[in-house]
C-alpha cells in the first residue's frame, strides 16, 4: 500500500510512510484512519517519511489538499523525513499553510526526527 499508517505511543504519535506515486484510492483508506485517531487522541505528532516516494498523480495530489485543509489543525507537529531536494522544498513551501510546527529532516537524520516530535 503506497500509504502506511502506524501509532506509536498510544496514538499521539502517528508514522504515515509513503511511497511510489500516490493515487486517489489511496486517500479512502487513510483519510478514516487518521480521523479515527485524532478523534481518538485530539492533537497529533506526525512522522511523515517519504522514503521512496514519487508524487501524486493528479486526483491523488487534489485529495490531499483536500485533506490538509480539513485536518491541518488535528497535527500539533510534523517531522518530513525524505531523500530528494523536492521533498525538502515540499516541507518549506507547506510552512504558511499549516498551524502545526513543521521540520524537514534527510532520511540520514531520521532518528532526530522521532526526538524531536517527542520533545515538549
Same mark, same amino acid.
Given at each position: 500500500?503506497?500509504?502506511?499508517?502506524?501509532?506509536?505511543?498510544?496514538?499521539?504519535?502517528?508514522?504515515?510512510?509513503?511511497?511510489?506515486?500516490?493515487?486517489?484510492?489511496?486517500?479512502?483508506?487513510?483519510?478514516?484512519?487518521?480521523?479515527?485517531?485524532?478523534?481518538?487522541?485530539?492533537?497529533?505528532?506526525?512522522?511523515?517519511?517519504?522514503?521512496?516516494?514519487?508524487?501524486?498523480? &493528479?486526483?491523488?495530489?487534489?485529495?490531499?489538499?483536500?485533506?490538509?485543509?480539513?485536518?491541518?489543525?488535528?497535527?500539533?507537529?510534523? &517531522?518530513?523525513?525524505?531523500?530528494?531536494?523536492?521533498?525538502?522544498?515540499?516541507? /518549506?513551501?507547506?510552512?504558511?499553510? /499549516?498551524?502545526?510546527?513543521? !521540520?524537514?529532516?534527510?532520511?540520514?537524520?531520521?532518528?532526530?526526527?522521532?526526538?524531536?516530535?517527542? !520533545?515538549?
Amino acid at each position: 500500500m503506497p500509504i502506511q499508517l502506524d501509532e506509536e505511543n498510544g496514538g499521539k504519535l502517528i508514522n504515515v510512510h509513503v511511497s511510489g506515486k500516490l493515487e486517489k484510492a489511496d486517500y479512502e483508506h487513510f483519510v478514516p484512519e487518521f480521523e479515527r485517531l485524532a478523534g481518538q487522541h485530539g492533537k497529533l505528532r506526525v512522522l511523515f517519511d517519504m522514503t521512496g516516494f514519487h508524487g501524486w498523480e &493528479a486526483s491523488a495530489a487534489w485529495e490531499d489538499f483536500k485533506f490538509g485543509m480539513h485536518h491541518m489543525s488535528d497535527i500539533e507537529r510534523i &517531522a518530513m523525513v525524505g531523500e530528494k531536494r523536492w521533498q525538502h522544498g515540499m516541507a /518549506i513551501f507547506c510552512k504558511p499553510f /499549516i498551524k502545526a510546527e513543521i !521540520r524537514y529532516f534527510d532520511q540520514t537524520t531520521a532518528a532526530e526526527a522521532r526526538i524531536w516530535l517527542g !520533545r515538549g
